[in-house]
């Protein structure tokens, strides 16, 4: 099971060096041997609004790297024109000389698609078209357009990319249609503990490649799962609780108004849910978000010592995970994160060691 760094949250902790912890942890992570290292797309909220755009982030991860893959996790895809996707992709394929990858979600926000609004009733339906143009384009197949004259073209990607095939994802909270859709199409799984326990975890990712088998047969791969993990590892486990309690407490806060716009969002399907969050007043806040803290800290998340987190590694690699990418930006103060990096690299370590011994 391999190991990545995500990045995806609220670091408000920097305001003159915003990306320091990005850069210094992909620097980092290529030292330490891990696989990865992961940006996502997010716009108009402080929650993940440090990365309006993965492609941006991960060209600035390979100017500083030379081993690690840089991916994003994730482009979503019904806000852009797959051409535009496929170019800037190529761009950070070159820069890193084969080293990008791509999970593709097909959006939540309804005010991130304040960019494309019209795509935004089409969003799911369109994502598995928009990857299937992305391939052609990256296998040097021109694709038919309209130009700004309304006249047809045939036109090919440029530059043209190293990888003669992209590392592709699906993004999914535990959606049991998403995990077989990615099999089916020979993508990897790219998923959280955030909406499912490690129990109905391993029953999707076993959905997922019994659906990579039936569309793939004979194929050598059995396809790929990456978590997203928050990670925070230390010398002491209560000590870790209390440097992690105030900062993820806040992480999950600052995300209670999105839940409210998704359900707003969802329209009359959604109404009683929009109403009770809506009325909650901010005791209920503080009690809801308290009671997420315990678990997310208990069942949900990589907090500990080495000995701790050693025991989740191994529930995930019994569940068919293999690849654990570790979100470290939940609100953490940037030299603590960075302080405790030494802590993660002896878990890596001491993983490699338990699992190759």
């Not at 296998?139 to 047809?152: M, S, T």
């Not at 699906?170 to 955030?194: C, I, V």
């Not at 707003?264 to 209920?284: C, F, H, V």
Request: net charge negative; aromatic share 10%; charged share 25%.
């Amino acid at each position: 099971m391999d190991f990545s760094l995500f990045y995806f949250a609220n670091n408000d902790t920097e305001e003159q060096d915003r990306y320091r912890l990005l850069l210094d942890g992909a620097r980092f992570a290529d030292e330490q041997g891990f696989t990865a290292v992961w940006t996502p797309e997010r716009h108009f909220h402080p929650f993940g609004g440090n990365y309006p755009n993965p492609a941006l982030t991960s060209a600035a991860v390979a100017a500083v790297t030379k081993n690690v893959a840089v991916r994003a996790g994730s482009v979503v895809a019904p806000l852009h024109h797959p051409m535009r996707i496929a170019e800037e992709w190529s761009v950070v394929d070159n820069l890193s000389n084969g080293r990008a990858g791509v999970a593709f979600a097909s959006g939540w926000h309804a005010a991130d698609f304040a960019l494309r609004p019209e795509n935004y009733e089409t969003r799911k339906s369109g994502l598995m078209d928009t990857v299937d143009t992305i391939r052609r384009l990256w296998n040097r197949e021109p694709v038919n357009l309209v130009d700004g004259a309304g006249e047809p073209v045939e036109l090919t990607m440029f530059p043209p990319p190293v990888q003669s095939e992209l590392p592709m994802w699906l993004t999914s909270g535990g959606t049991p249609d998403t995990f077989r859709l990615a099999g089916e199409h020979g993508m990897g799984m790219l998923t959280h503990l955030l909406g499912q326990d490690i129990g109905v975890l391993a029953q999707r990712i076993a959905e997922y490649r019994a659906s990579y088998r039936e569309h793939h047969p004979g194929s050598e791969s059995r396809g790929h799962v990456a978590l997203m993990l928050h990670t925070f590892v230390g010398t002491d486990r209560e000590a870790v609780r209390e440097t992690v309690r105030e900062p993820f407490s806040r992480y999950l806060a600052s995300s209670f108004d999105l839940l409210v716009k998704a359900a707003e969002a969802a329209g009359a399907q959604a109404e009683a849910a929009t109403r009770e969050l809506k009325s909650m007043g901010p005791e209920d806040r503080k009690f809801l978000v308290e009671q997420a803290f315990d678990r997310y800290f208990e069942i949900s998340g990589m907090f500990g010592t080495v000995d701790d987190c050693l025991g989740m590694l191994k529930q995930l690699s019994d569940a068919g995970v293999d690849e654990v990418a570790c979100l470290v930006d939940f609100g953490v103060a940037t030299d603590q994160v960075i302080g405790a990096f030494d802590h993660l690299a002896e878990l890596h370590g001491a993983w490699r060691a338990q699992t190759e011994g």
